[in-house]
T-cell receptor
Framework: DAGITQSPRHKVTETGTPVTLRCHQT?????MYWYRQDPGHGLRLIHYSYGVKDTDKGEVSDGYSVSRSKTEDFLLTLESATSSQTSVYFC????????????FGNGTRLTVT | GDSVTQMEGPVTLSEEAFLTINCTYT??????LFWYVQYPGEGLQLLLK?????DKGSNKGFEATYRKETTSFHLEKGSVQVSDSAVYFC?????????FGTGTRLQVFP
């Protein structure tokens, strides 16, 4: 299995608080992604990174920011959590998205009350 | 923009039945196509892929053929098992990222 770890696995937080989710990889892959999974919507891309300090927005980036200061870590931050951000968040990594598989973490279940 | 459309679920089958899950796509250029599977409580994992027109991807008895003329990549299996119960996602490779369909839940009963 690809070495990818998400933390925390579960989190409950209150509306308006900041939250940071961490994705850590040991594969030295260039590409890292944050998706959210919601019933009826499948997987939607939030942000992704194609290298250290190189990031771009996905289709649902509002309310989220990311940082990648080193190859192995990709952080997702909710600056001020809202109930609509209650979801399961998945991190994924790959060497080459056009040809190599994405390897997914086991997800972080976030509940915003 | 690029997009993937999958059939709505859930798909409910008896063990040993034939499975088809439809997937069509819209894309500029010549993307690679993928099927991913998600078992309960887990992240997605690659099931099979095809990188060019007329390629057939296969794995664990599942197959899908990249049809450029119909822009489709339908997933098939001749005889499903209870252990195949999961959510299946079709995806295509965009620029620097994968674009996923909404997923199709498969439920197989003994």
């Amino acid at each position: 299995d690809a070495g990818i770890t998400q933390s925390p696995r579960h989190k409950v937080t209150e509306t308006g608080t900041p939250v940071t989710l961490r994705c850590h990889q040991t594969e030295n892959h260039r590409y890292m992604y944050w998706y959210r999974q919601d019933p009826g919507h499948g997987l939607r891309l939030i942000h992704y990174s194609y290298g250290v300090k190189d990031t771009d927005k996905g289709e649902v980036s509002d309310g989220y920011s990311v940082s990648r200061s080193k190859t192995e870590d990709f952080l997702l931050t909710l600056e001020s959590a809202t109930s609509s951000q209650t979801s399961v968040y998945f991190c994924a990594i790959t060497r080459d998205p056009s040809n190599s598989p994405l390897h997914f973490g086991n997800g972080t279940r976030l509940t915003v009350t | 923009g690029d997009s993937v459309t999958q059939m709505e679920g859930p798909v409910t089958l008896s063990e040993e039945a034939f499975l088809t899950i439809n997937c069509t796509y819209t894309a500029t250029g010549y993307p690679s196509l993928f099927w991913y599977v998600q078992y309960p409580g887990e992240g997605l994992q690659l099931l099979l892929k095809a990188t060019k027109a007329d390629d057939k991807g296969s794995n664990k008895g599942f197959e899908a053929t990249y049809r450029k003329e119909t822009t489709s990549f339908h997933l098939e299996k001749g005889s499903v098992q209870v252990s195949d119960s999961a959510v299946y996602f079709c995806a295509l490779s965009g620029t620097d990222k994968l674009i996923f369909g909404t997923g199709t839940r498969l439920q197989v009963f003994p």
